[in-house]
């Protein structure tokens, strides 16, 4: 057999005893899992740090229905035969899981810490990059102590657990590595803070920290988390129908003493909508409106059709009568307040006016509503741009709205979408374009506070004051309108 072979068998089979001796000193070995009261006990993680010592935990689930606080002690017999103990009380709501916590970074759990003054240690694994050091040759709990709490009582610390702290720890020995220490007895200090702050005085505090937990305490982690997740659905599905029952019975009797016997059948699922509302609503917009400009700096003077382009502000009002009905209706006034505010224009625009929509329900259950619609709008406004040629608007006109649309409400009432087709007719004379004008309207809702509305026409008609007829220039212009509101229902 050739050399290179002969020494990594033998390296191999050292790694192996080795790994093999190591576990066979786990603290974990000995430890056995126990429920106390409805909480689960088992081996936690433990930790190695040259500097700091080595640390030990507990892990702790309640699987009871009520929140608990647990109180005991941690206790670490070392290689030398002296016990190391850690007070510890954790508040732990149903089902809640404390693991414990590391302790050289700190933290909140039934924690404790070997440090190296409490034995002289007996190392084990000597490989050059091994850095095991097991000063610790058991870990128990004792005096563990279970109290219910009620609800107002139970106040649940992040992750789980409480402040652990260590009313007495006491250093029997120093180890030949660290520099003499008198004894010292911590009340009243975290445990990291009773582990570190004697020593890092003396040692460096960059040397490594090694960190690994048993694999048997994953495994009875794991396992027992699924058993008593089972056990404890099973127990609340008991309670929940118990509590059901009461409740349903109290709800009944309460509703037989203020409601009078409904003869017939059961009133439809929109019973509950109130049959006269009121909703108010404010918003944003823009308008692209086709007006009649004059030239007057132009010689002679000009009339033409142009358009004024601006956001406005809108405030309008919804009333809805028979809401629950079959055939419902629903007033809307409105006014909006329009101003240019591009580079060389100026004006001011008013609209204002009222409609009525009445709605036909499509099926006692459909959410098709078909809807015709007519009212009254009035525009008001004057427009001024100012470029190579001055040119101004003014127009004072109303018109009468009227048209047909769908409406479809989704089955929870997230949305609801109504596309319509409408005609706009002037009622002041002249006119100039085609008349009644056709136009697409879209309007959406979401949920109860939001609602859209689209409206296009194209080659809309213009209106305002034409002071030159004789040298008038008419163009095609289109007509849009964007609406965002917000609704408060006040009714």
């Known amino acids: 057999m050739r050399v290179s072979l002969r020494f990594t068998l033998s390296a191999l089979l050292l790694l192996v005893g080795q790994i093999g001796f190591s576990q066979d000193n786990s603290p974990w070995k000995e430890f056995g899992a126990k ?27 309640n699987t009871g229905i009520q929140a608990v606080n647990v109180t005991g002690q941690v206790v670490a017999k070392t290689v030398c035969g002296n016990d190391v103990s850690s007070q510890f009380s954790v508040n732990l709501a149903p089902g809640q ?18 440090k190296p003054e409490d034995c002289k240690g007996i190392r084990y694994a000597k490989l050059p990059y091994s850095k095991y050091i097991n000063r610790i040759k058991t870990v128990s709990v004792a005096n563990v102590k279970v109290t219910p709490l009620n609800d107002s009582s139970f106040i649940a610390l992040p992750g789980g657990t409480t402040n652990i702290t260590a009313p007495s720890i006491s250093t029997p020995s ?25 020593v890092n005085a003396y040692v460096p505090s960059n ?13 009875n982690l794991f396992n027992h988390n699924q058993d008593s997740l089972t056990t404890l659905v099973s127990s609340l599905q008991t309670q929940n129908v118990s509590l059901l029952d009461s409740l349903n019975a109290s709800k009944l009797n309460s509703i037989k003493l203020a409601v009078p016997p409904i003869e017939g059948k ?49 405030l309008s009002g919804i009333l809805g009568l028979m809401n629950n009905k079959s055939i419902s209706l629903a007033l809307s006034p409105f006014f909006t307040y329009g101003f240019n505010m591009k580079s060389g224009e100026q004006g001011t625009h008013l609209t204002y006016g009222l409609k009525a929509d009445v709605l036909f329900a ?43 649309g769908l409406r479809y409400t989704e089955v929870h009432n997230k949305y609801w979408l109504q596309p319509g087709l409408y ?21 959406a809702g979401i949920g109860t506070k939001w609602q859209i509305g689209l409206s296009y026409g194209k080659d809309y008609f213009a209106q305002g004051n034409l002071k030159y007829p004789i040298n008038f220039y008419q163009y095609n212009q289109d007509y849009f309108g964007l609406r965002i509101l917000h609704n408060f229902r006040l009714l």
Request: charged share 10%.
């Open 35 to 61: 429920t106390i009261s409805g909480v689960y006990a088992n081996t936690g993680c433990h930790e190695y740090s040259l500097t700091n010592g080595q640390g030990f935990n507990v892990y702790l689930k």
């Open 97 to 114: 899981v404390s693991n414990g916590s590391d302790f050289f970074q700190g933290g909140n759990g039934q924690t404790g810490v070997v």
């Open 174 to 198: 120093v180890s030949a590595s660290v520099p003499a220490v008198p004894s010292v007895t911590t009340t009243g200090t975290t445990i990291k803070q009773a582990a570190t702050d004697k």
């Open 207 to 219: 040397l490594p920290k090694v960190k690994f937990d048993s694999l048997g305490y994953y495994k």
């Open 266 to 314: 059961i009133a439809p699922l929109y019973f509950a909508v109130p049959n006269t509302t009121f909703t108010l609503q404010a918003g944003i917009g823009w308008d692209k409106l086709p007006v009649i400009l004059n030239q007057d700096s132009a010689l002679p003077g000009q009339s033409m059709t142009g358009n004024s382009s601006h956001p406005l502000l809108q």
């Open 362 to 404: 499509l099926g006692k259950s459909s959410p098709m509503k078909a809807l015709v619609s007519v009212g009254y709008t009035g525009r008001n406004g004057n427009y001024t741009f100012t470029g190579t040629q001055v040119q101004k608007a003014d127009y004072n006109y109303g018109l009468i709205h009227y048209g047909v």
């Open 423 to 443: 005609y706009d007719a002037p009622t002041t004379t002249p006119v100039y374009g085609p008349t009644p004008f056709m136009v697409v309207n879209l309007e």
